[in-house]
């Protein structure tokens, strides 16, 4: 009876080892509330200031178009290849995506940032695989719009 209770206790517990914490799902408007910021500039200042930061953050802006107010730029990559991992023959690489939507809104002028985490791994089996992971901490929000109402600001004081 003693090793029925145990083994159960056993089983249970190891369950409860494999179960992860998930973070928080985000609704939509959470998400949306996150990433976006409204000023009371106009485009023609608040375009440049967001280039510039992205470039001040040591992103390579890939495309610009200030006509539609889209952004693209990505970090440089980074080998992150350990040792165990270049002992078995993979590569590991990352990046971050990032994107800005900058529209006019009235008298205000709308940012939209989104911040991708990108992870790809390959082997000398030819083995690849890629994984996206959209970045959605808070802390790396607020430095990029501190960092571009700093921008902002500058541009709009000349």
């Known amino acids: 009876m003693n090793s029925l209770k145990f083994a159960v206790a056993f089983i249970v517990v190891l369950v409860a080892g494999c179960v992860t914490p998930q973070a928080p799902k985000l609704t939509p408007l959470e998400i949306q509330s996150l990433q976006s910021r409204e000023y009371e500039e106009t485009k023609a200042v608040v375009f440049p200031s967001v280039l510039s930061v992205f470039q001040d953050?040591?992103?390579?802006?890939?495309?610009?178009?200030?006509?539609?107010?889209?952004?693209?730029?990505?970090?440089?990559?980074?080998?992150?290849?350990?040792?165990?991992?270049?002992?078995?023959?993979?590569?590991?690489?990352?990046?971050?995506?990032?994107?800005?939507?900058?529209?006019?809104?009235?008298?205000t002028t709308k940012i939209r940032l989104n911040i991708v985490a990108k992870k790809s791994t390959s082997s000398t089996y030819g083995q690849n695989s890629k994984q996206d992971t959209p970045i959605l901490d808070a802390k790396v929000y607020q430095n990029a719009f501190e960092r571009i109402e700093s921008a902002i600001f500058i541009r709009s004081s000349n």
């Open 57 to 107: 953050l040591g992103y390579i802006v890939k495309t610009a178009d200030k006509d539609t107010g889209f952004i693209t730029a990505e970090s440089p990559t980074d080998n992150s290849t350990g040792f165990w991992d270049a002992f078995a023959g993979i590569a590991v690489n990352s990046q971050n995506i990032a994107t800005a939507f900058i529209e006019e809104i009235g008298q």
